[in-house]
């Protein structure tokens, strides 16, 4: 499992260190021509906001207060509108996660098929203290999500953009080599 090109394993934060915001958009960047390539697509500015989102977590690992207002001012939409998004759906980051993001389904045919163990596997084998605290190195952090759509193959798991069924937690310590970090 990759964690992916286009996220740069420096871009997210383990710690909420307070640091000076840097524009995602800046005039004549990559990421800028993408956005505006993007735009002439839709029949509205704000119709991009859920990539423009998504675009600015794979380049900083979450979407801040400061990337939401960012986000609005290319949109021509208001940091509370864009906030209104990012709070609604969960694939957004509203704070700093490991490299390595674990959701783990941990709904009723999961948790009878042993989803609680899995959770704790997770955790033991992460470093991470508790669910959604990022472990102290900023590798992994760990939450349990209402369901990832595979009841037929608890229990399900993803790791960044990559789902895995079938999870037992004698699995979990081959599932975090496979990282490669």
């Not at 400061?66 to 001012?73: I, L, Y």
Request: proline share 7%; charged share 20%.
């Amino acid at each position: 499992m990759s964690h992916g090109p286009s996220a740069p394993a420096h871009a997210h934060g383990h710690g909420g260190e307070a640091a000076p915001y840097v524009p995602v958009f800046t005039e004549g960047s990559a990421r800028r021509r993408e956005l505006d390539d993007l735009i002439s697509r839709y029949p509205s500015r704000r119709a991009a906001l859920l990539p423009a989102l998504w675009m600015v977590q794979q380049d900083r690992g979450w979407i801040s207060e400061d990337a939401m207002r960012e986000v609005g001012e290319q949109l021509d939409c208001t940091a509370a509108y864009v906030k209104g998004v990012v709070t609604f759906y969960t694939m957004y980051h509203q704070h700093p996660v490991g490299r390595h993001f674990i959701q783990v389904c941990t709904t009723s045919p999961c948790l009878c098929a042993g989803a609680d163990d899995v959770v704790k596997a997770f955790l033991e084998h992460t470093g991470c203290k508790e669910l959604g605290l990022t472990s102290p190195d900023g590798k992994y952090t760990v939450i349990e999500v209402e369901c990832l759509g595979a009841c037929g193959f608890a229990t399900p798991v993803q790791i960044n953009e990559d789902y895995v069924e079938c999870v037992t937690p004698e699995k979990v310590p081959g599932l975090l080599a496979a990282l490669g970090d």
